[in-house]
């Protein structure tokens, strides 16, 4: 078992409302099908004094700002402090943690932000969970879908089978990604690494390092 790649290695679970989620599981995309679920789960018990229910399967904090420019589909938790800015597009299945940031012609699917995500400007995540503090620079996207729509293999070692065909990326707590970099379908991105600009990143990245465009894994940070 790759212990790089488990859940308790990725993320610090206090960050998120959606802690429970990951229950009884090894690995972070074990709760990409559950997402949905969960969120009308979840959503049917917050507390109204706290949160507003503005539409089917939609919650939003009631301290959360929200752009008027804003497209929101359920089912979609929006926690307290976050802020959906002009023309963020949610397409559903999103949980949207504490003090998030979700920018202008952001797209968000199927996916975990956990507290204090920053994804601020033209940033698509989809099918993807992204730790504490986690942030993606300006143009950073996820691709989901393999190019011969294959189900997605994690690369590390001889392999992971996921049997999904639709994966994102999975970034550690404090992971910072580069302007106009692109995470291929199944990139696994440990806790306090750092993507350089324009980086094409794919498989494993472990735990503090430095990916550099164009030369992979370059170096460890060093403590």
Known sequence: MNEQLQIANLFDLTHTIAAALFDGKTYPWEVLKDIKGFILELGATLDPAAFDHPAEDIWIAKDAKVAPSACLNGPLIVDSGAEIRHCAFVRGSAIVGKNA???????????????????????????????????????????????????????????????????????????????????????????????????????????????????????????
């Open 101 to 223: 940031v979700v920018g202008n012609s952001c797209e968000l699917k199927n996916c975990v932000l956990f507290d204090n995500v920053q994804v601020p400007h033209f940033n698509y995540v989809g099918d993807s969970v992204l730790g504490f503090k986690a942030h993606m620079g300006a143009g950073s996207v996820t691709s989901n879908v393999k190019s011969d729509k294959k189900n997605i293999v994690i690369h590390s070692g001889k392999g992971i089978e996921t049997g999904l065909r639709k994966i994102g990326a999975m970034l550690g707590d404090r992971v910072e990604v580069g302007c106009n970099s692109v995470l291929n379908p199944g990139t696994i991105i440990g806790r306090d690494c750092i993507v350089y600009p324009t980086s094409c990143v794919r498989g494993v990245v472990p735990e503090r390092h430095i990916y550099k465009r164009g030369e992979g894994i370059a170096e460890r940070i060093m403590d």
